[in-house]
């Protein structure tokens, strides 16, 4: 059974602060997507990554695939309220049934 | 354009009872999926579709029963409702975003409490 951990499972930080969410596996996955849900909602496709080192860039987010396709990493700089939610990572082995991690929730300070 | 969209919003149900989730994607996609989340766990799947006429099994499918007559409609039945079955429930959605890459589209929700 595939299993996605995600970790810290909660964070909470001043605005302006950098941080890191973390998406480990024993397994190998053919992609790796992150999503952000908020309260209320349903999870948003925030970003894709299919090749192992591949490192990709969303105004102030930054995700990498790991080298070996088993992990995945979110880099938030300078943290803002908005980004406050639920980061969830998901991965597939080449299907299209994805494997969701078990979630981080993030809550930025104003 | 509505995307994908659940009724009930919320429901309250007493053990024992059976309910219908309704989940309706105005956007053409092939594949549908019923997950449940609950705390600590992330999204669960419960069942998918891909196609029209087919479903198939998720990684939690006991208590639950699916159909899909229509390409854009994705039904989520549970026949006798458990305590064990309160949770928040999301049909999502997906199209080929690039080989081996899938984008899904989720719906609001339903929260569903079983007493």
């Known amino acids: 059974t595939q299993l996605l951990e995600q970790s810290p499972q909660f964070l909470s930080i001043q605005e302006g602060e950098n941080l890191t969410v973390y998406c480990n596996s024993s397994?190998?996955?053919?992609?790796l997507q992150w999503y952000r849900q908020e309260p209320g909602e349903g999870p948003v496709l925030l970003v894709t990554v299919v090749t192992g080192g591949e490192v990709k860039k969303l105004k102030r987010l930054t995700f990498q695939f790991g080298d070996a396709r088993k992990d995945s990493s979110l880099h938030i700089t300078a943290a803002q309220p908005g980004d406050t939610g639920l980061y969830l990572c998901a991965g597939t082995s080449g299907t299209y049934k994805y494997i969701f991690g078990t979630g981080t929730r993030l809550k930025v300070l104003a | 354009n509505a995307g994908v969209t659940q009724t009930p919003k919320f429901r309250v149900l007493k053990t024992g009872q059976s309910m219908t989730l309704l989940c309706a994607q105005d956007?053409?996609?092939?594949?549908m999926y019923w997950y449940r989340q609950d705390p600590g766990m992330g999204l669960r799947l419960i069942h998918y579709s891909v196609g029209e006429g087919t479903t198939a099994k998720g990684e939690v499918p006991d208590g639950y029963n699916v159909s899909r007559l229509k390409k854009q409609n994705f039904l989520l039945g549970l026949e006798s409702a458990a305590p064990s079955q309160t949770s928040v429930y999301f049909c999502?959605?997906?199209?080929?975003?690039?080989?081996?890459?899938?984008?899904?589209?989720f719906g609001p929700g339903t929260r569903l409490t079983v007493t």
């Open positions: 999502a959605s997906s199209q080929t975003l690039m080989e081996s890459s899938y984008e899904q589209y």
């Open positions: 397994s190998v996955f053919s992609s």
């Open positions: 956007m053409n996609h092939e594949y």
